[in-house]
Each structure stands twice: as structure tokens, then as C-alpha cells.
């Protein structure tokens, strides 16, 4: 995927520009990623976390960063999400976007506890979309993608919150008990790539 993005990405899209990706790996059985360059952190003490009890070997590229160090003209107009991950055996290929955002209640006369403010939400499934579709459009990378068996765009909220359509209290987490590995949701243009989108919100976990 390193040389996928620095030769076949930049190719493809005509762009004159000297970029270098970095991967950083791991088979450890529980971590959490960051959208930093160090990445991949112990369990607790990031934002996206990862349970990996076969002890795969897991590759993470902060993909925000590549993006960025493209041409200006490039990035006009267009989102990015933040982390690309991946397994090298070929069975994920994972699009990631983190957030640590509180969730807001705005008040809704018709709703007895208010309804939930969703823009943070809508932003990141624009982030995942648009990234999808820029690297799908790659030809090389869009083979790669298809040789993963599973294949998933993933919306990590540090917070604990309620999915998108449930108004309710989240009092001690107890959504992440009631759903410990994410909510799986409903987006046609993601699903169009053969993708499915997922949510994840405070302890929720991504098991490998």
C-alpha cells in the first residue's frame, strides 16, 4: 500500500510531487490508534481501539498526512479521513476517522429528551466517502482493496454515545457493554464499493 500511494496515487492523478508514506505494524492483542504519526498506542490510551486475538500482523498509515503533503490544487474541494489500516494477510482493509467530540443535545419540542446533533457524524462519513472513492478510483489500489475479504470505513468516537437514531442516556457506558464491537450502518454509497460503514463510540472496540 506504501507504494501504491506514493507511485500509483500520485501517477494517476497527473500530480508532480515527491511523497513518502510510512507504515508502522503490529501483532500485539489489544492497542488503540491515534491520527499521529506515532499511531498505534497500548490499550486506553488512544482513540480508535483494536482487539486482535489471532495476532495478526496489522498495518496503519496515517493517510491525513499523505494527503496533506499533496498539491493544494489537489486537496481543494475534497475530505480526508484520517488512518488507512490493514492486515497482511489480506482479509481487512480498513478506512478509519477519529474523533473525540462530545455529543450535543439541541432542544426539539416534539422529542422529550431533545435530539442529538449530528454534523460531527455527517463529516466523518464525507471524510470516509470521499477517501474511498479517491483511492478507489486507482486502478492498482482498487485491485488491492478487492483481494481483502472484508472491508469496512469506520467512524471512532472516544465519547460514548448513542447510535444515530437512538435517543438515550448513555449513564456508565453501558452501550459499549450492550455493543461491544461498533454498530454496523446503513450507507448506499458507501456499500457501492462493496464497504460497509461502522460506528464506534467510547469503549467500543474493532475485533480482528
Known amino acids: 500500500m506504501k507504494n501504491l500511494l506514493e507511485h500509483n496515487f500520485v501517477s494517476h492523478y497527473g500530480l508532480t510531487v515527491s511523497v513518502t508514506v510510512n507504515v508502522v505494524s503490529t501483532t500485539n492483542t489489544n492497542f488503540d490508534l491515534k491520527d499521529d504519526m506515532v499511531l498505534i498506542y497500548p490499550s486506553g490510551n488512544g482513540v480508535a481501539k483494536y482487539s486482535n486475538p489471532s495476532l495478526k500482523e496489522v498495518n496503519v498509515i496515517n493517510y491525513e498526512s499523505f494527503f496533506k503533503s499533496l498539491p493544494q490544487t489537489f486537496q481543494n474541494n475534497k475530505d480526508n479521513c484520517d488512518l488507512i489500516v490493514y492486515t ?49 478510483n486507482v486502478p492498482d489500489i482498487d485491485s ?17 454515545h448513542a447510535p444515530i437514531g437512538i435517543i438515550a442516556t ?31 463510540s467510547g469503549n467500543q472496540t474493532y475485533l480482528l
Open 88 to 136: 497482511s494477510d489480506k482479509q481487512y482493509f480498513l478506512l478509519n476517522e477519529l474523533t473525540n467530540t462530545k455529543q450535543e443535545y439541541v432542544p426539539d419540542f416534539t422529542l422529550k429528551n431533545g435530539t442529538l446533533r449530528t454534523g460531527k457524524r455527517n463529516k466523518a462519513i464525507s471524510q470516509l466517502k470521499q477517501t474511498l472513492e479517491d483511492i478507489s
Open 144 to 160: 488491492l482493496i478487492k483481494r481483502h475479504a472484508i472491508k469496512h470505513c469506520c467512524f471512532f468516537n472516544a465519547q460514548a
Open 170 to 200: 448513555v449513564a456508565f457506558n453501558r452501550l459499549s457493554f450492550m455493543n461491544p464491537n461498533g454498530y454496523k450502518m446503513s450507507n448506499p454509497d458507501i456499500e457501492s464499493y462493496d464497504f460497509e460503514l461502522w460506528e464506534f
